[in-house]
Antibody, heavy 125, light 110 residues
Framework: EVQLVESGGGLVKPGGSLRLSCAAS????????MNWVRQAPGKGLEWVGR??????????DYAAPVSGRFTISRDDSKNTLYLQMNSLKTEDTAIYYC????????????????WGQGTTVTVSS | QSDLTQPASVSGSPGQSITISCTGT?????????VSWYQQHPAKAPKLMIY???KRPSGVSNRFSGSKSGNTASLTISGLQAEDEADYFC??????????FGGGTKLTVL
């Protein structure tokens, strides 16, 4: 069964840091481009960033609001995706979803065909 | 503020068809055939319904279809069913390796 399971969410003060993890199973993680998407309470979806597979360069891209503060990385030996969040702001409060592109055979790196259930990050003093 | 504009809400009766629009610009939706659509039920993770403007993933009902004209992409749901009531989000490649979502549309089945 294809599965993504996020963890690491919690309450953090403004200016603080947090690292989210996403454990992947049921598919070839090594070959998969992975994304983080977030959803603030009662709001819409917001793309956070992406990391390509190592065979495609392993490079990362970020949305403007998080660029320079957030870092996406992956450990293919552990089938795990990470999101390091620094200098957190109250507006970073959201559910953070880990997503995969092309997992189910779709040859489209820019859509997200597998989603985790999300982990909640609350930034508040 | 989203890069892509969707109506806040649409509604329809069971059996009817509805269309949700997603308007971008000539630099994103108008240029790239990389528009996807996601369905989200309350307190659930989103689900991919359409990718590359009009392609349906395996397992998605053929009542869902996508199209594009100029800078506007559209999601059409035919034969509306109660289970279709959900939020729908479009997403497009907007250049510079960046993705952007629309603000979302709440579909109510009357």
């Amino acid at each position: 069964e294809v599965q993504l399971v996020e963890s690491g969410g919690g309450l953090v003060k403004p200016g603080g840091s947090l690292r989210l993890s996403c454990a992947a199973s049921g598919f070839t993680f090594t070959n998969t481009w992975m994304n983080w998407v977030r959803q603030a309470p009662g709001k819409g979806l917001e793309w956070v960033g992406r990391i390509k597979s190592k065979t495609d360069g392993g490079t990362t891209d970020y949305a403007a609001p998080v660029s320079g503060r957030f870092t996406i990385s992956r450990d293919d030996s552990k089938n795990t995706l990470y999101l390091q969040m620094n200098s957190l702001k109250t507006e970073d409060t959201a559910i953070y979803y880990c997503t995969g592109a092309g997992v189910t055979g779709i040859l489209d790196y820019y859509s997200m065909d597998v989603w985790g259930q999300g982990t909640t990050v609350t930034v508040s003093s | 503020q989203s890069d892509l504009t969707q109506p806040a809400s649409v509604s329809g009766s069971p059996g009817q068809s509805i269309t949700i629009s997603c308007t971008g610009t000539s630099s994103d939706v108008g240029t790239y055939n990389l528009v996807s659509w996601y369905q989200q039920h309350p307190a659930k993770a989103p689900k991919l319904m359409i990718y590359e403007v009009s392609k349906r993933p395996s397992g998605v009902s053929n009542r869902f279809s996508g199209s594009k004209s100029g800078n506007t992409a559209s999601l059409t749901i035919s034969g509306l069913q109660a289970e279709d009531e959900a939020d729908y989000f479009c997403c497009s490649y907007v250049g510079s390796k960046i993705l952007a979502f629309g603000g979302g549309t709440k579909l109510t089945v009357l």
